[in-house]
């Protein structure tokens, strides 16, 4: 999929040597703003992504402790 985006990015974008300095500058303004969303998101996502990591090792944690707990009352009966 993101080849094809890409492939179809390009088919739209004019070559430099059509394109005025004007059009060039306000080209790498735009591509430089969406460097920086895109690295914001990331940003976000990789911070998600850690939490979500915390949160299986607690869970995890925490059934090992309960599977404890159950062998230890199944022998005790």
Known sequence: IFKDEVNQSD???PSAGSMSHEELR???VAM???KDSIQDQNT???GMLQH???T???LRAE???LKIQYAVK???E
Do not use: G, P, Y
Request: hydrophobic share 40%; net charge negative; charged share 40%.
């Open 63 to 65: 059934i090992e402790e």
């Open 32 to 34: 430089m703003l969406r």
């Open 11 to 13: 088919q739209m974008v």
């Open 74 to 76: 199944n022998e005790k």
């Open 52 to 54: 979500e990591m915390e």
């Open 44 to 46: 976000k996502l990789e």
């Open 56 to 58: 299986s090792s607690t």
């Open 26 to 28: 306000q080209a790498v």
